[in-house]
């Protein structure tokens, strides 16, 4: 092998520090654009504690260096079940986003945040997280003073239209005797928009719970078949419009809330009235799969094209076109479904054609039996 001159060993020196320099300029270059990024960053190691944040994530907390680097990052946690659910998921090689979070400030307010996270590994070491917070504080105030407002002037209309129906029935019981065929369809008529309304109400302060996570399970064993049939005959009393048939293969215990899954049942019903043509049927039914039952409520309605079935469950989704345009509602009735369902580890599904009808139904386990 030819010996280099050193001439030529002058050259790569001079070459190798041209591009140390430049790799140090990059260096200092990546350096400077995580420490002054404008998003919050910090690193956690596989024992829990933070070993760097760069300033945005200091001064969005209001803690020094010293306060904050070398501590346990569940120390800047509100919420203790949520700090250990993020380093479980982590440490299981998860990647995060936008986990909702709730993080202690200096000054001891609370920073609503959304944590996206996953773990710099080497030889299948945990080396350190790569956590980015996002503060979405100022939305979820907003969101929390729509939700009180919705809950307040909710409240504020149940009192009196529990009156207003209260007075409906009375002269509903008189006009009977009356005879006045006009006057009965009339109030007929009224009492079903102001049951209508009540509805409305019940679902926006649902709702509001919901947000405030208000919503607690009162789980007990219950007959499935009583419970379906209960809100199947409270809703033909108010929808003489429709037929609704109850079919099902044979008593099945649930354990379940009561309120809620009359709620969710009331609410899939009472859709499947609303976008369905009168004099249609509508069929509430349950049949065993295994060791869980399969629920369901089937129309004879418009149907649902596949683009709309995504967003159905979303909150204030509703489906525009020119079989809905004349249709009221808000669009939170299926989305309650779907929040009410997922407290109880399961969730809603539909089968649906355009011009052919809904079956929207969902799974619960049974209960074994003694």
């Not at 996206?116 to 996002?134: A, M, Y």
């Not at 009359?262 to 899939?268: A, E, G, H, R, T």
Request: aromatic share 8%.
């Amino acid at each position: 092998m030819k010996n280099k001159s050193i001439e030529e060993l002058q050259q790569e020196i001079a070459a190798d520090k041209v591009r140390i320099k430049e790799l140090m300029q990059i260096n200092e270059e990546l350096t400077d654009f995580i420490e002054n990024a404008a998003l919050p960053l910090h690193w956690v190691n596989h024992l829990g504690i933070i070993t760097w944040a760069n300033q945005a994530e200091l001064s969005a907390l209001g803690y020094e260096k010293d306060e904050y680097i070398g501590q346990p990052i569940s120390a800047f946690h509100a919420d203790a079940e949520i700090i250990e659910d993020i380093l479980c998921r982590l440490k299981n090689n998860e990647t995060l986003h936008n986990y909702r979070a709730r993080l202690k400030c200096k000054d001891g307010s609370i920073k609503h945040v959304l944590i996206s996270s996953n773990v710099l590994t080497r030889d299948g070491k945990f080396i350190h997280t790569r956590c980015f917070t996002r503060d979405v504080t100022a939305i979820v105030q907003q969101e929390q003073r729509k939700n009180d407002f919705v809950s307040m002037v909710s409240h504020e209309l149940k009192t009196p239209l529990t009156s207003i129906l209260a007075f409906i029935q009375v002269m509903l019981s008189r006009s009977a005797k009356s005879g006045d065929a006009f006057i009965t369809q009339s109030l007929r008529r009224t009492e079903k928009l102001a049951l209508g309304m009540t509805k409305m109400i019940n679902d926006f302060l649902h709702i509001s719970r919901l947000e405030q996570a208000e919503v607690n399970l009162n789980t007990e064993s219950l007959e499935l078949h009583l419970l379906i049939q209960e809100v199947v005959q409270e809703l033909q009393l108010t929808h003489h419009s429709h037929n609704i048939k109850l079919i099902h293969s044979g008593q099945v215990r649930i354990a379940a809330d009561h309120a809620k899954i009359s709620q969710v049942l009331i609410n899939l019903i009472s859709n499947a009235i609303k976008y369905s043509p009168e004099s249609s049927t509508i069929t509430v039914g349950y049949e065993p799969e295994g060791s869980r039952v399969k629920i369901f409520v089937q129309d004879m309605g418009i149907g649902i094209a596949k683009a709309d079935q995504k967003k159905l469950f979303q909150r204030f989704q509703r489906i525009e076109n020119l079989a809905t345009k004349h249709t009221t509602g808000f669009g939170i009735g299926l989305y309650l479904v779907a929040e009410f369902l997922r407290y109880h580890n399961s969730i809603i599904q539909v089968d649906s054609k355009q011009g052919e009808g809904s079956t929207f139904y969902f799974f619960l386990d049974i209960e074994p039996q003694d």
